[in-house]
């Protein structure tokens, strides 16, 4: 069986070669890199929701260079510390897949993971996430919309995606944990004093919410020396400032070959409540 369930009916999908299969007869093919499409077209609020391909190419080429390899293994002790034996583990927001596959691999190692999934808007982010964990499922769905069963899940990853708290305490298990990435204040920080006139700290809260308690708040932090202007490209590409970055920003941006820039995270590690 699989950890989704069908988005039309609910009912558990079983996992075949090329395609997720509902009791009702409801079939999902799986891509040639074996993620799905779980995504209606009533959920559906654009024709290629979230990343595009050269946003997720940019995410990927500088994960993939360890430049955040701090945030995942912190993330991987915390899931190991908190993980219950054959747990069932979701992404949500999953991206391309890197704090995905090393949570799979540091919870494989020890026995404490049965399943797990990711779930993204972006289809080319999963054909990267695809492809770098094959025991994972990944599907093409909304955190807003999970195709998951209530109470399905042990843990929960949410890195840098949308705050779906309804959703995450209907998957959630009563004592399951929930795991939440932020930027912290001066994330970035070099960055956006090269973008922007007047660069500004981001905010740090710690929100107690319905439904969960707080059992730690956990910061990470590092220095990144990036070499070069591709390196440097990469990580403005996959950020929120790609957006909206005023042009002459921009063009400050462009003209640097080096940059040395601070990347702090604030863990916030929640217990999902009884009942």
């Not at 077209?41 to 990927?60: F, S, V």
């Amino acid at each position: 069986m699989s950890l989704f369930c069908c988005p039309l009916c609910a009912a558990p999908l079983t996992r075949t070669e090329k395609t997720y299969v509902c009791p009702k007869g409801h079939s999902f093919d799986r891509s040639r890199e074996g993620y799905v499409h779980l995504l209606p077209a009533n959920q559906k609020h654009a024709k290629d929701p979230g990343d595009d391909k050269a946003m997720a190419a940019a995410r990927n080429r500088f994960l993939s260079g360890g430049w955040y390899a701090p945030l995942r293994e912190t993330l991987c002790r915390l899931a190991l510390t908190y993980a219950p034996s054959r747990a069932a583990v979701l992404d949500a927001g999953c991206g391309d897949g890197y704090y995905t596959a090393g949570l799979y691999a540091a919870l494989a190692g020890t026995g404490q993971v049965e399943q797990m999934a990711g779930v993204d808007l972006s289809k080319p982010s999963l054909r990267w996430a695809a492809r770098r964990e094959k025991a994972v499922e990944f599907a093409v769905a909304s955190v807003y919309h999970l195709p998951l069963a209530d109470r399905s899940v042990d843990l929960l990853l949410n890195c840098f995606s949308p705050l779906a708290l309804d959703e995450f305490r209907r998957v959630l298990r009563p004592g399951g944990v929930y795991l939440y990435v932020v930027p912290a204040a001066r994330h970035l920080w070099e960055l956006k004093e090269v973008l922007y006139e007047q660069p500004y700290l981001n905010k740090e809260e710690d929100i107690p919410y319905e439904g969960f308690s707080y059992l730690e708040v956990v910061p990470v932090e590092t220095v990144l020396e990036l070499p070069d202007r591709d390196a440097i490209r990469d990580l403005f590409s996959m950020t929120p400032y790609r957006w909206k970055t005023p042009k002459a920003g921009a063009a400050r941006l462009e003209e640097l070959d080096r940059l040395r820039v601070t990347a702090a995270f604030r863990i916030h590690v929640f217990r999902r409540d009884p009942g």
